[in-house]
């Protein structure tokens, strides 16, 4: 299975998942969803920055999922996992709404891609940030 996570460019992560500094990739959201039980070990994700091309890849070595209960828990996934995450805030408290739910993406093998491309994102919806396909190549132009 393939993936396009969507970066936040002002956060400069891209960098940081080819460099090795970053080797997990977190999703924090308030409901379930894509890439909530749809990523495995040997996915391939795709990373491009909001309105660039996709420029990066790297394979799934292991994926965690968290169901949130408090603030507390929220705590102890950054504690733990922050450092790998590359976390641009690392206190809870902070940070609004809490989320209901964490999935943890651990990364290897990340590259830039020899040839970036754009995608074709109809019928995602225009502020999706995680795209589910069966091959990159029914979406890359």
């Not at 080819?18 to 990373?47: C, M």
């Not at 690392?90 to 739910?101: I, V």
């Amino acid at each position: 299975m393939d993936h396009v996570a969507i970066m936040n460019k002002s956060w400069h992560l891209i960098p940081k998942i080819v460099s090795g500094e970053k080797i997990i990739e977190s999703r924090w959201y308030q409901t379930r969803r894509a890439p909530w039980n749809v990523i495995s070990n040997g996915d391939i994700v795709y990373f491009k920055n909001s309105g660039e091309l996709v420029t990066a890849s790297a394979k799934v070595s292991k994926v965690l999922q968290f169901t949130l209960q408090s603030e507390k828990d929220a705590e102890e996934i950054v504690k733990k996992y922050g450092k790998d995450i590359c976390i641009v805030n690392p206190d809870p408290k902070t940070w609004g709404k809490l989320p209901k739910y964490c999935i943890l993406i651990f990364l290897k093998n990340a590259q830039y891609l020899d040839q970036p491309f754009q995608i074709n994102k109809t019928g995602f919806g225009n502020s999706t940030a995680w795209l589910l396909v069966n091959d990159i190549k029914k979406i890359k132009i």
